[in-house]
């Protein structure tokens, strides 16, 4: 109880920049811990849905691949695959494949969204810390500016500026850090889905795309 009570003296003697800060803080905890298991679900989830798509272009049961996109739609790997299946029977192989190629660019850029929230929080959060150093440090002069300040107020604005600048480089580091992790959990998902995808085009060339 006193460690709460302490956290919460803290937080109030940095103001209302250090409650921002706390905010960005719990935002940023939440997207971290969201993309860790989504990406991890993601990868088990596409290898599984990859392995049974060939398997179906391998017997040549092409009517079970519509149901198949149909369950597993919001995969971007499936949406790729959606891609090729609408335009493989009307364009040629290279044109099918920069198609594809496009729409897998599209769900790479879907795929780190909520990355940049965290690239934003990571940059925001030490300027705000040093926009608390100004404030209280202005606090302070304020203080000393005017004869027979009070003690307690100067000890006040400086602990304002030196509480803020602590709390925005608290939140910063954690939070660059995961997302340079994140990010590359994200680049191999992306470079995955086009191995995969690749390794489907010849599946399709060698099964005739207009059959599928």
């Known amino acids: 109880m006193s460690g709460f009570i302490q956290s919460i003296k803290f937080l109030s003697a940095g103001g209302i920049i250090v409650l921002v800060i706390f905010i960005l803080s719990v935002i940023a905890l939440a997207v971290i811990i969201e993309r860790f298991f989504y990406y991890g679900k993601l990868r088990k989830k596409t290898g599984e849905v990859f392995d049974t798509i060939r398997n179906i272009i391998a017997a040549k049961e092409y009517n079970n691949l519509k149901p198949l996109v149909e369950q597993n739609r919001k995969l971007p790997f499936v949406k790729v695959f959606q891609t090729a299946l609408d335009n493989a029977s009307r364009v040629d192989s290279q044109e099918l494949k920069e198609i594809v190629e496009d729409e897998g660019y599209r769900q790479s850029y879907h795929l780190a969204g909520r990355l940049q929230t965290l690239a934003t929080i990571g940059t925001v959060s030490p300027l705000l810390g040093l926009l608390g150093t100004v404030t209280g440090m202005i606090k302070s002069f304020l203080v000393i500016a005017n004869a027979g300040g009070n003690p307690e107020q100067l000890a006040s ?56």
């Open 157 to 212: 604005g400086i602990a304002e500026a030196l509480i803020t600048t602590a709390a925005g480089l608290i939140v910063a580091i954690p939070v660059v850090i995961f997302h340079n992790i994140l990010q590359t959990k994200n680049r191999l998902l992306s470079i995955d889905m086009e191995e995969k995808m690749s390794h489907l085009f010849k599946f399709i060339k060698g099964s005739g795309k207009e059959n599928i």
